[in-house]
């Protein structure tokens, strides 16, 4: 390796540089696509990681631990053990390059378009659920079935979901010291950073995560983490009222008097077992007045706590503070995730909303459109549409001719006051406007009916004169049933229907 090391710094120069220019050449492409500018992305991070790994060969090269090189540059001069031949140097060192490039045909001078071609023929392997819609929505079903069907958790929708799952901060403390919620946020950070590792390939996380660890480092220690707030001094505290002075007590019979649940305390916070009766806790806490802790019997501990290694029963609170400390930065770390991936987050809600209308035919047609759906974007939506009459839109997104434009008469401005001076163009839809909806808002508002009668009317000043005409007219000639209503009897008598009901109840007819 020693003869070609520089021949190795050469070509790995060469490398980084030609890779750069291929990053070049790449962003100088405009994706037409959501799906073409996540391939460009993760084609782009490709070419990172590749300059980044030789970038660290060349610098352990010229750290030369083993001085490798510097004999090498040695060599080149003719200078050896034997004295300096000059000539003699120069033909080996030909002699190996030729040997090496033998060796290794393929490092051989490349076409930058020829290279570009061969690297890029394919598209990168991308390893998205059907659910997560390539990117565009997050599988969180998995989560919420944990979370609806844990003790920390809650019984509500998927959609109810969608909107706390980023706020691990609401959940009350007290159902968070468990296994089962450690490994619930555990797991659901490592989704959310593979999810955003996959449709950010060029955010740079560690750095992002570097930040907010910093961040939390503060407001850990001055107790303002959000959802944890005064945690530190709240555990010591904790573990200072349970803890019990042994020095006060000679025999196993005194301390019996303390009672089962502060014995039980004292030994849930020096991590040993608190069950089994009074006797026997009282038994085990006063095994520690002589013993350190370390050197009690396995036995003695709770199996979810090892003994501690390190002497004094500072090791129980401080590890415990540890584990709380490492929830804590893993919920701040979901909450920038979050926070990172709103917009996704915002389109997993609209989906779940839905879908919940929509039957089970449509929901498998949905699942074969979601993996052409973005293949479907193209160039007209990103060209300006040229239109400089200001034509209207049809149906593909074109303006309309405009002899239809002039047929329809949409150059025309109809301003109807009760829909809130709205402006309808053409005579078609200012006629139609009046069984619209705004409209017959616009008349309940105004507490008249929307009748016939008010076709063409479009101030409210004019529909409330009107209306009240109808209601005097109709208080003339107003249809009066009890007056006019014929009621006829078993004889064949005509009577109206007041006199007809009087007769009744007098038992007349």
Not at 458 to 478: M, N, P
Request: glycine share 6%; aromatic share 10%.
């Amino acid at each position: 390796m020693s003869s070609t090391l520089l021949e190795v710094t050469r070509s790995s120069h060469e490398e980084v540089e030609r890779l750069e220019r291929l990053v070049a050449k790449e962003l100088t492409n405009d994706p037409t696509s959501s799906k073409d500018r996540l391939y460009q992305s993760h084609r782009v991070r490709f070419m990172l990681d590749q300059i980044i790994n030789t970038s660290h060969k060349l610098v352990e090269i010229y750290e030369d631990k083993d001085n490798a090189r510097k004999d090498e540059i040695a060599a080149l001069g003719g200078h050896t053990a034997f004295g300096t031949n000059v000539f003699s140097a120069f033909y080996d060192r030909l002699k190996e390059i030729r040997d090496y490039h033998r060796r290794h045909p393929a490092v051989r001078a490349v076409d930058a378009d020829e290279e570009y071609e061969q690297m890029f023929k394919e598209d990168p392997v991308l390893d998205f659920s059907g659910e997560e819609g390539f990117g565009r929505y997050l599988d969180l079903h998995e989560f919420y079935n944990r979370y609806i069907n844990s003790k920390f958790g809650e019984r509500m929708e998927y959609i109810a979901y969608l909107n706390v799952f980023s706020q691990p901060q609401l959940i009350p403390r007290k159902r968070k010291m468990t296994r089962q919620y450690r490994e619930y946020i555990t797991e659901l950070l490592e989704y959310l950073i593979f999810f955003f590792e996959r449709t950010e390939p060029l955010q740079d996380l560690d750095r992002i995560f570097t930040k907010v660890a910093s961040e939390f480092e503060e407001q850990w220690t001055s107790g303002k983490v959000e959802g944890w707030e005064n945690e530190g001094q709240e555990n010591r505290h904790d573990f200072q009222a349970s803890t019990i002075d042994l020095d006060y007590y000679t025999t196993v019979e005194e301390l019996v008097e303390v009672g089962p649940e502060k014995l039980k305390e004292a030994l849930a916070a020096l991590g040993l077992k608190s069950g089994g009766t009074v006797q026997q806790r009282a038994e085990r806490l006063f095994l520690t007045k002589n013993t350190p802790l370390e050197k009690l019997d396995k036995k003695h501990f709770a199996k979810s706590l090892r003994a501690p290694e390190q002497n004094g029963n500072a090791d129980v609170p401080s590890r415990k503070q540890e584990d709380v400390k490492e929830l804590a930065l893993m919920e701040v770390k979901i909450r920038k995730l979050c926070e990172l991936l709103q917009e996704n987050i915002v389109r997993t809600k609209e989906n779940a909303e839905k879908k919940q209308g929509m039957t089970y035919e449509e929901l498998l047609q949905e699942l074969e459109d979601e993996d052409t759906q973005a293949d479907v974007e193209s160039d007209d939506e990103n060209e300006t549409i040229y239109n400089p009459l200001k034509l209207p839109l049809g149906w593909d997104g074109k303006p309309i001719p405009y002899w239809l434009y002039k047929l329809h008469g949409l150059g025309q401005e109809f301003k109807c006051e009760i829909c809130g001076n709205h402006i309808y163009w053409g005579r078609r839809a200012f006629e139609r406007h009046f069984k619209e909806w705004r409209h017959q808002h616009g008349m309940r508002c105004l507490g008249i009916p929307n009748t016939k009668n008010f076709n063409e009317i479009t101030s409210i000043q004019d529909a409330k004169e009107l209306w009240e005409k109808i209601q005097a007219r109709q208080g003339v000639h107003k249809w009066r049933p009890d007056l006019e209503e014929e009621y006829e009897d078993q004889e064949g008598n005509i009577y109206n229907k007041k006199t007809y009901t009087d007769l009744q109840r007098q038992g007349l007819i």
